[in-house]
């Protein structure tokens, strides 16, 4: 896809959306300036980073916004190799970039009278499967709300209104991004790492892959979803560093010879400085 394509392309998905280019530039944190000519096709190679943030906005995957087509798009600047040895990193989100949300529980507990530890235990059963993909948020939300007794539920609302971003990763993040390519590897629930993104409850860096569970068909600690990431990276798999907070998670990439760092949401500040440690680069 060209220049002119792509900005046709977008055009025609800002319209569908009923957005107005300041609109959408409010919401995607750009300049108008960038939006006009990229439409226009008069920037010849936009960064990827600037399509995802739109792609964001607008509820789309990229693959969806382009119609499968791969623009031409900005190259990336070379990157470091860790003393390790590591060229991509994987972060993990639930925990990793964002506390994990358990206060989700306690919300709904309020908003419903229904016992905390009941609504836990009934998430938990459905949990796998939605992330999965085995099962629709919109069937989850309805399977979830008929096991509690309530009218209905909405998960994405308690989910999105419980968490906050831990800041000293999502720093990190973006220093990464200047010396690593880098990725998200989580199992979500869908169209949740779009919706963190467009509230800018995620860091906006530049993801060469995003493995999102729900749109993968595994779920970690599955080999499928660390094949499929393997994959995405494009590196050898003694190349790849994984951040999560989850042991078993872990250990089933150190198994495929990945390099693996757990994560511990309640010293941030001692698992970030033990991260960069770990991506130490020659000079």
Known sequence: MDEVGLGKSLQKARQAAGLTQQELCQRASLSYSTLAKIERGAIK??????????????????????????PKVAAVSAKKTSKSGVEFV????????????????TMLAEDTGVQP???????????????????????????????????????????????????????????????YEIGLLSNIMPGFIEEMLRQRLLPRADYKAVIDSSKVAAIKPEDKIYELAEQAAGVETPKILLIDDSRSNLMAAEKRGWHVLWFDDYRPEESVARVRRALEFHA
Not at 90 to 105: E, K, M, P, S, T
């Open 117 to 179: 530890d009941v609504i836990e235990t009934t998430f938990w059963h459905y949990n796998d499967a939605v992330c999965r993909g085995d099962l629709s948020l919109e069937d989850f939300n309805r399977s979830f709300a008929d096991r509690l007794g309530v009218p209905e539920v909405n998960w994405k609302h308690y989910y999105i209104g419980s968490i906050d971003p831990i800041e000293e990763m999502q720093e990190l993040v973006l220093w990464a991004a200047e010396h």
């Open 90 to 105: 994987y972060f993990d989100i639930n925990g990793c970039l964002v506390r994990f949300f358990h206060r989700a529980f």
């Open 45 to 70: 190679a936009p960064s990827i980073f600037t399509i995802q943030s739109i792609a964001a906005v607008l509820g789309l995957s990229l693959n969806d916004l382009l119609g499968g087509v791969t």
